[in-house]
């Protein structure tokens, strides 16, 4: 059974920083790409970063240089590290393989950016 959990969504002030963790099972994690993806309220889902197998990255032009994605195969996990994050950035974050799948997605974790 696959399983992705996310974590490290919380809420933080316009310019902190967060960083956000998947934890991947049933699924042999090195022989995949990952993403993240965020949903903004009202609007659909979009994606937001993804590194490749070998750890190729590339990132939505509204994240660059603020966001950092990374993978540790060692512990099958991807991680989204957030920076100077914006009121827009607000939206929960869901981490899923590249390209993504309809089953391979988690419960999601919840960014607030608020003052």
């Known amino acids: 059974q696959v399983q992705l959990v996310e974590s490290g969504g919380g809420l933080v002030q316009p310019g902190g920083s967060l960083r956000l963790s998947c934890a991947v099972s049933?699924?042999?994690?090195?022989?995949?790409?990952m993403a993240w993806y965020r949903q903004i309220a009202g609007k659909q889902r979009e994606w937001v970063a993804r590194v490749t197998i070998s750890g190729f990255t590339n990132y939505d032009d509204s994240v660059k240089g603020r966001f950092t994605i990374s993978r540790d195969n060692a512990k099958n996990t991807v991680y989204l590290q957030m920076n100077s994050l914006k009121f827009e950035d607000t939206g929960d974050y869901y981490c899923t393989v590249d390209p993504p799948r309809n089953d391979y997605w988690g419960q999601g974790t919840r960014v607030t950016v608020s003052t």
């Open positions: 049933g699924i042999i994690f090195s022989r995949y790409g």
